[in-house]
C-alpha cells in the first residue's frame, strides 16, 4: 500500500470513528439501533434501551412516546455497519440487516446437544458429536431406510437421530402426540452455514407411496418452536400400515442441497461484489449515498427542514414547497411533534404538550 492509500485509509478511519461515536446509544454505549426513543430535548436511544426509560439518560428531560423523527436516520442507522454482539471473538462487521442473518448462523452462539446435556459454542457442537457420540451417528447415502422401534400410533414418541449427508451432520427430530393425532418430522443443520438444504421422507408400502419434502432448518430453535416451523407433518393415523408386526415404524429419507441463487445487483442486473472485499472507503460511500437531500441531490447538511410529509430537505435549499410529495405545507425545521395518545385512530400532532393537550380536551 502506496503512503497515498495509507493516508487515505487512516483519513477514513478517523472519520468512520468519529461518524459512530455520534450515534453512540447513551444508554448501551453501541451504535443506536432503530426504531429510536427520543426526549423533549432530540436526545437518542435504542428503542430496547428506552422502553422503561422515565428520564433521558443525557439531558435528564422527560422520555416521550408516540413522536416522529427523521426516518433519514432510520435508514442512515440501517446501514451502519456494526460487529456481532455474540462474542468479542466474532470477526463479522456488516450492516444491521446483515447482522441480523448472521446472527442465525454465527458459529459463536450457544448451542445445546439434543442427545446429551452438553452446550458450547456453535462451532464446537459438530467436534462434540463426532467424539460422543460417533456410534449414534446415522449414515446417509442416497435414499436411505430409517426405523424407529416400539411405536405406536396410540402412543407418546419422541426421537432425535444424527444424520450425516456429504460431510454436514444434521438432527432428524422426531416427535407423534396422540391426543393431536400429529406426527412430525424435522431437520435441522449443525453447522447453520448459509447452504441450503431439502429433506424428504417416503412412506412405501405394495400398495401405498406417500412423499412429503420440506426445507432444512438452518438455526436452532426451542423444541416446540421446532415442530411449529420447517415441519414434515402427516395425522398419525396413517402410519398404521407402515408399521410392522414387531412395533417398527419405517420409512426412507432423503437431503438433497439446493443450489444457491446469485444475488444480482437491482440498478444493473450484475451480480454483487463479495461484501467481504468492500473496504472501509466503500462503507463509507454507501452510507454517504444512503440518504441525500432531494433539492440539491447531496447529502444533508444540517440543520434540516421538513415537510408535512416528513421529506428532508437541507436548510441551505430555501425550499417551500416539498419537491417529493409536492405537499403545499411550507416546509419547516424540524421540530419534534407528539401525537394525540387518546386514540390510535387519531393522527393529530402538535409541536408542543399544551396545544396537544387543548387538542384532546376536544
Not at 52 to 80: F, Q, W
Not at 196 to 225: C, G, H, M, P
Not at 295 to 309: G, H
Request: hydrophobic share 30%; with cysteine; proline share 4%.
Amino acid at each position: 500500500m502506496d503512503k497515498m492509500s495509507h493516508f487515505k485509509m487512516y483519513a477514513a478511519l478517523n472519520l468512520f470513528k468519529n461518524f459512530v461515536e455520534t450515534l453512540e446509544c447513551p444508554g448501551c454505549f453501541d451504535t443506536l439501533t432503530p426504531p429510536l426513543v427520543v426526549c423533549s430535548n432530540n436526545h437518542c436511544v435504542c428503542s430496547s434501551c428506552g422502553k422503561d426509560l422515565k428520564e433521558c439518560p443525557t439531558c435528564r428531560s422527560e422520555m416521550t412516546s408516540n413522536v416522529r423523527y427523521p426516518l433519514a436516520l432510520d435508514n442512515i442507522l440501517k446501514g451502519i455497519p456494526r460487529n456481532c454482539g455474540n462474542s468479542k471473538d466474532c470477526e463479522k462487521f456488516t450492516s444491521l440487516s446483515e447482522l441480523k442473518e448472521h446472527s442465525k448462523i454465527c458459529p459463536y452462539l450457544l448451542a445445546f446437544c439434543q442427545i446429551c446435556y452438553w452446550k458450547g459454542v456453535n462451532k464446537t457442537l459438530i467436534q462434540h458429536v463426532k467424539t460422543s457420540h460417533q456410534n449414534e451417528i446415522f449414515l446417509l447415502n442416497g435414499q436411505t431406510t430409517v426405523t424407529f422401534i416400539n411405536f405406536s400410533v396410540d402412543k407418546p414418541y419422541y426421537s432425535v437421530k444424527i444424520i450425516s449427508y456429504v460431510g454436514s451432520l444434521f438432527w432428524m427430530s422426531t416427535k407423534n402426540d396422540p391426543k393431536k393425532g400429529e406426527y412430525k418430522v424435522v431437520f435441522t443443520n449443525m453447522a447453520f452455514d448459509e447452504q441450503e438444504y431439502e429433506a424428504q421422507i417416503e412412506f412405501v408400502t405394495k400398495d401405498i407411496r406417500y412423499l412429503k419434502k420440506e426445507k432444512v432448518l438452518s438455526e436452532d430453535v426451542d423444541i416446540e418452536d421446532k415442530f411449529s416451523k420447517g415441519t414434515l407433518y402427516l395425522p398419525s393415523v396413517e402410519l398404521s400400515p407402515f408399521i410392522d408386526d414387531k412395533k417398527q415404524l419405517k420409512y426412507e429419507i432423503n437431503i438433497f442441497k439446493v443450489a444457491s441463487t446469485i444475488k444480482l445487483n437491482s440498478n444493473t442486473g450484475t451480480e454483487l461484489p463479495n461484501k467481504n472485499e468492500d473496504g472501509l472507503l466503500n462503507i463509507l460511500k454507501r452510507i454517504d449515498n444512503k440518504e441525500l437531500c432531494d433539492f440539491c441531490e447531496d447529502t444533508f447538511l444540517p440543520p434540516i427542514k421538513v415537510c408535512a410529509n416528513y421529506h428532508f430537505f437541507c436548510d441551505n435549499c430555501k425550499v417551500t414547497k416539498c419537491l417529493r410529495c409536492k405537499d403545499s405545507a411550507k416546509v419547516s425545521s424540524f421540530k419534534i411533534q407528539y401525537k394525540c395518545t387518546l386514540s390510535y385512530k387519531c393522527e393529530v400532532y402538535r409541536d408542543d404538550k399544551g396545544t396537544l393537550a387543548q387538542h384532546e380536551k376536544i
